[in-house]
């Protein structure tokens, strides 16, 4: 879910998917959809949890909902 609060994390998986992957990618609703196993590109989905701790989410999440620290959208 993460990687829709985040432009760039999105944008570098988009790109990056094609490279591990034979398959179209199928996102929305705060997921990725494969329709066989040995289809998924472990590898990827790997270095994508590396680039966004739980923490990261947690800030970001908070962040958005907290009008203190939250950042208006131009």
């Not at 591990?20 to 329709?35: A, T």
């Not at 590396?50 to 950042?71: C, F, G, H, L, V």
């Amino acid at each position: 879910m993460g990687i829709y609060a985040d432009p760039q994390l999105l944008d570098w998986f988009v790109s990056e998917y094609p490279k591990h992957s034979k398959q179209k990618l199928d996102m929305g609703k705060s997921c990725i959809r494969f329709k066989k196993l040995d289809a998924i590109p472990y590898d990827l989905i790997g270095e994508l949890m590396k680039k966004m701790t739980a923490q990261d989410w947690i800030d970001k999440y908070e962040s958005a909902y907290n009008p203190k620290t939250r950042t208006k959208k131009k």
